[in-house]
């Protein structure tokens, strides 16, 4: 079984929205800090947004205001709802645990901001 697998992922205009569901191994999700990292191309991963089981939560500052992270504990499911995106933020997006573990990474979900 894939531990973790993002959806949601598109082609939208600056400005608009998207959401982003990450479907997480009920074995992994119940205990851990959940988040959503991001890769850019020529650009190095990095962290976007965290949530703990608690659902205390964590933004790049360049999101914040923009992007909200959420839980689902009934549904070992991870959400990141993003509005008013920008160009800068295409990148291909990611759920992993805190710290990341490699094994956990995915394919990712394609979010490309463009008009």
């Known amino acids: 079984q894939v531990p973790l697998v993002e959806s949601g992922g598109g082609l939208v205009q600056p400005g608009g929205s998207l959401r982003l569901s990450c479907s997480v191994s009920r074995s992994i999700f119940s205990r851990v800090i959940m988040a959503w990292y991001r890769q850019a191309p020529g650009s190095q991963r990095e962290l976007v947004a965290s949530?703990?089981?608690?659902?205390?939560?964590n933004y790049l500052d360049f999101v914040k205001g923009r992007f909200t992270i959420s839980r689902d504990n009934a549904k070992n499911t991870v959400y990141l709802q993003m509005n008013s995106l920008k160009e800068e933020d295409t990148a291909v997006y990611y759920c992993n645990i805190v710290p990341a573990y490699d094994p956990y990474w995915g394919q990712g979900t394609q979010v490309t901001v463009s008009s």
């Open positions: 949530v703990t089981s608690g659902g205390t939560t």
